[in-house]
């Protein structure tokens, strides 16, 4: 294990069986199996007050509850996203108190006690039924943050236009998520994603076509107190 | 000239030199030289109160000059698109009394004396002063054509999305024209072509990127009455 | 309710109760949730002797027949398009008077008692059987709005040259409608869309691959007398 | 103008000229040509505390300065994007007191007197010196805005993948911003925005190639306290 | 029917009753609707001793024997095309003197009596097995065409730079065929296209993805003496 | 040399210094740098009666008169192609009785006695001006190569639809040359790519976009008598 | 068979029945169909100490175990890759003493008696999960070619990026395989693909999309001692 | 800087000052800007007998000698790429000593006194002299790495099958550059960069297009003995 090794490694220094610039050297020179020790060092930053979470679409059943079963003993708050109807049901089997949104593909576990400071509330503007799973996904990752937020489903067939007609109108940060939901010239959303990535208005940033994990997780990052 | 093959047939057919059978056989094997008469007949029913159209952009000043006087010196109305600085100078210089807009890269004299029955008032809609050659260019032709056109420029940076947005208000045909300028990911007028092919805007349909021209042709097409 | 509040501003100005300056400046702060507000009026104007349309692909069989119900016992026209075959035979049985179209993958009920003032008969062409169902598409949409409308189907091959072909012959307006249907370089009908928006033929502009709704819905909207 | 017209029918309404009912129908009516209207106002609640900004590449260098005096003259902040160095030296020559930055192609002028209330420094962070035009576009852009900001310049060739490795550092918001300049497979900055979309980094969102006055501007919305 | 209205019009201009230039009037001015009718004829000049095609993709069981079984009753050759099994199991029951090939997806029979002239023999060369079933539709359709065809079958894994390997050595005409069989960045033979148009080799000419039928009827027309 | 080291490889088995079984070894381990040799000798059988080509392209003026002199001085037909302006002056400085095609940009120069012996003429079909270059190119080919053809220029605005028109009217072999000049959305002569290899006629096969000199010499391949 | 012809060859020049003139004449003019000796003799070399491959995607089951059976019994080792579920399992039955990965879709069975000469040990890095199935292709490939392999799975979400990221950190060759999991903008692994190609750090390539086998053998090739 | 912060750090460490656990913990939470520490590390046992590489093309002439002077003036060896003809009269001018290859477009110069120690000779290879700029870089990084080299240039006109040939010939490392230099359908390089990752040739790794920079350096990390 890599803590392991430097925490060796700061002991010899301590103790002056390794000298200063040999300690350096060694620092410098880490090998890449190193990698995950800073891999999972450089999320902790981020994870304060973040569930732990589970991205479903290439594991299998066993290993999706196996590695939630784990994350729920530790007391931390569970979210499984890309969840499938067979891995929804084994981890409600495997996790009576978990709560599982077929629409959202989600199951998520909210254990810590008191919500994070927030400054406002997330909202989650959905142009119609097609992009609801994507729109749920994003309002159950922010619930699973502990973020108040709200749905506004279904204002209309504006699409990839609606990007640009809230943020030319709102005063708040937007976060475009362009849906792969269509048909033809629609290019499994690549469509929606150029025309949100070339609107003018001020303040719209995008994310990955379906992304509404990563769009509300940017949102829970920006509206942290 | 294949116009005057037709007419030695359908004579033959008359004097009884030829067979009805024969004819017809004739008229089927029509070798594929003869498909520009079909061509020229074609636009015949097209061009009824439409100007003759010069596409400038392949052609020497010479040529452009000498295909514009020979539609003048025949009374038709002229509309040249895609000028030169050096083409529209050499145009006004040979046709004084033709209006030359450099702004819409356009060369145009009207010499019909009526105009054409239209239904109602073309409108040119423009979201700022990037996209204003193309609108210029269909407000001129437009204009070639007698049909009366307004602009309206300049309505706010709605890009893309103004196509979506008119079309939802309005409840006349709308004809969107992606332009190529912008930069990034808006890929020389394709992020705004394909987000107006996704547009749910009931009656609005799509030309080609910067085609100013084909645009106003369509649109007075559909206004004529 | 948006309507309710603007109603219920207009009465403060009437009453006195709030100034006019004061009204202005509410006004011009709408927040965005009252998008859907101004977004079902626009369509309004739109909607004029239109049939209420419900697009299926996303929706469940409950969800189609319920909408279905709710247009129906209210009297307007129905149009649903892009119909699965459990979705039409729920409909069927739910709404016994509609009428299902498979190759269409439409459902459509007409209860207006007469037919909108028009300036023609609507003509869908079609190259071959491959691209029936979109046209099949455009001719029952056409029907649903009232509009006179026969297809000539089977003209030949000559797949995306059809528009241009057509355009160049004919002095009427001219909707394209690439379709998916080919295979090998025509990535699933982008040749085609390529080809057709840069036909040469005046007066052809082009919506969506497979768009048959679309482009007969637009040409409903130029046949309005 | 369309504000006189809607305090006009405010008028009205509080005179009793006009019902409710009627000023409702007439809201709804709005033809198009009001947009601008919107379009103004909507951008009034997001401007707040920002500068007037000109887009500067399809402008003449009459244009922009005039837009640049008129904006100035009214004790507005500017920032000018896209600057050509004709344009930059116009604008210098008409406005002494402004700051020209050739590399970020930006000339500002910040004329408010206290800056707004943040929440903390922006930090731009930049691969190599072919990103430094973006960088510093960014750079100055919230420098217009008042903000706080500070550039870490060339941390290193790590191109498409900086976003991912800060991204996964820090737990703050990202904005990556695609540039265009490379070779090869990179496409104009294609190969960069698809990885970064791509990028699996929490708090990660991406705005257009080279769009670095977007990802400032997003950036101090996001900052503002 | 068109045939019948040209052979009226002809008979008029025969017993006088139309004029000769009334007649080149109506010819010039042929509505769309007779398309049908020019489609027909071009092809008949192709035609000459080929099989007719029938492309079964987007066909029903019953529309494809339907089909066959008119075009063998006439005693014209059969070939039909993109075959699924129920298809070429119906087709077999249904002509039971057909011949049924499940690699190539072809059901053919040939009832001329006597081969066209040819100059040579067609050599249909593939790199694996995986190029089998396009290789296979090649042979079936030059020897439903009557000409002298063999197949060498997996020369090896040379994939897209075959046609350049074969255009470089021999001295006759090369017609490539990129197939979809691949993966990763073979983009579904949009790889293998691109590879074979930029080939260096004269005299390679190339036919759309998987289109074994096209390459073999154009090396047939080549190959007529 | 290669050809030296197989005749050396040669003259050891009949003189008996080298076993045949080592000679077989020696020439299945070729080493690459042996490439060259297969190379040339594949093209000779290729070149019968060809003219050696020169593509022009990526070669200094002093390189092409270098390699054109050496050619025309032993005897062999002359065609440089992609000649510019300054290529061409030097070529008719350097060989007098050379022939400069500026439209084509080919510099030809025929010393055979006698043409080769063909199978009829070829004809050049372009659908309008600008694409005059490409077909010019082709003329040359052609005609360097010592075969009768003919152009037809400007049949009319056909554009990408051509090869599909003309080849479902003809039975001979149609050779498709998609050319770059367009705007918008024909993105360098790739909607016209994919509408020509997406063609239904028979018989048609396609080139690379503006490679009139491939199609030319594919053309007189299959024109040998 | 083309061995023959060449032995046949050189004896006749060895016993003088073929000048050594007309015998370089022949060998020059090598038809076509012997591109299957040149192509098998050519992997000879590069198969040394290599097992022979099967690529199982486009071939039955039958085909497969065939093909298996014919080399182990020759005695050499054994590699199946994209092995389905019937493909391992028919596999297994036929020659039990195979090793079957179902995650590396491989069958491999090594017979040669002692490991290849090798300079180190090759390293499959794996960012998660998903990316298994081709990590566990190319550790199999390795193990199959006789060569010390490890696996490092999972070392973090660091998805295009890590091959950058890694080439970054290690003095030896990297080979970065982009893999198709993913969604949205990922298009099939061509966002990482286009990432890599991009990547700054020295000693980068890169192999197809998914194709582990191919980097394997890469690997293999420069790791030989 | 970086490096004190360490050594300051593990001196705490050392002299009791900072308790290992708290040392860690600083450790892992090293703010980003700290990156550049990491980056220049990580390229330091790359870079072992590695010219000092310059980038030149985003870079001012100033800014380029200044550079190359540093690296020269440490004794370092210097190789600077895509270098204009300023940029290169400026660094000889600076640096006389150092060698221009205005084709290749570097400058280099080798200060080291031995050569490393390597296991072969690279060879490159290039089809046509329109690939001479590539294939020149390539040969001046491998010589200012101080590797044996060739060039074999020409080998015919063989283009993106090259690799695929050679790679299926011989038994080393091949590694791919795909270039820019063609026209029509070849997109900038995309057509051979496909075709190279299709290569089924074992052992062929491909680098991004025109990127002979890249492949000589990986050519000589796999080189080194």
């Given at each position: 294990?890599?803590?392991?090794?430097?925490?060796?490694?700061?002991?010899?220094?301590?103790?002056?069986?390794?000298?200063?610039?040999?300690?350096?050297?060694?620092?410098?020179?880490?090998?890449?199996?190193?990698?995950?020790?800073?891999?999972?060092?450089?999320?902790?930053?981020?994870?304060?007050?973040?569930?732990?979470?589970?991205?479903?679409?290439?594991?299998?059943?066993?290993?999706?509850?196996?590695?939630?079963?784990?994350?729920?003993?530790?007391?931390?708050?569970?979210?499984?996203t890309r969840v499938?109807?067979?891995?929804?049901?084994?981890?409600?089997?495997?996790?009576?108190?978990?709560?599982?949104n077929p629409t959202a593909r989600t199951?998520?576990?909210?254990?810590?006690?008191?919500?994070?400071?927030?400054?406002?509330?997330?909202?989650?503007?959905?142009?119609?039924?097609?992009?609801?799973p994507?729109?749920?996904e994003?309002?159950?990752?922010?619930?699973?943050?502990?973020?108040?937020?709200?749905?506004?489903?279904?204002?209309?067939?504006?699409?990839?236009?609606?990007?640009?007609?809230?943020?030319?109108?709102?005063?708040?940060?937007?976060?475009?998520?362009?849906?792969?939901?269509?048909?033809?010239?629609?290019?499994?959303?690549?469509?929606?994603?150029?025309?949100?990535?070339?609107?003018?208005?001020?303040?719209?940033?995008?994310?990955?076509?379906?992304?509404?994990?990563?769009?509300?997780?940017?949102?829970?990052?920006?509206?942290?107190?």
């Open positions: 294990m890599t803590p392991d090794r430097i925490r060796t490694l700061l002991e010899q220094v301590r103790d002056g069986s390794l000298s200063t610039e040999k300690a350096m050297e060694t620092l410098r020179a880490f090998p890449f199996e190193d990698l995950g020790f800073a891999q999972l060092d450089h999320h902790r930053a981020l994870r304060k007050g973040f569930p732990e979470v589970i991205f479903c679409e290439s594991k299998t059943v066993e290993q999706v509850v196996a590695i939630a079963d784990r994350i729920v003993s530790h007391g931390a708050d569970l979210l499984a499938t109807a067979a891995q929804g049901e084994a981890l409600c089997a495997a996790i009576p108190q978990a709560r599982y199951v998520a576990l909210r254990q810590s006690n008191q919500p994070p400071a927030t400054r406002g509330e997330i909202l989650v503007v959905c142009a119609g039924t097609s992009d609801l994507v729109a749920e994003a309002l159950e990752t922010a619930k699973a943050m502990g973020h108040p937020v709200s749905l506004l489903a279904d204002v209309g067939g504006m699409e990839g236009a609606l990007a640009s007609v809230v943020g030319g109108m709102v005063g708040v940060p937007v976060i475009a998520v362009p849906t792969s939901v269509g048909y033809g010239a629609h290019f499994g959303g690549l469509a929606a994603l150029l025309g949100m990535l070339n609107s003018c208005a001020t303040g719209v940033t995008v994310v990955n076509i379906d992304n509404g994990f990563g769009a509300a997780a940017a949102a829970c990052i920006i509206n942290r107190a």
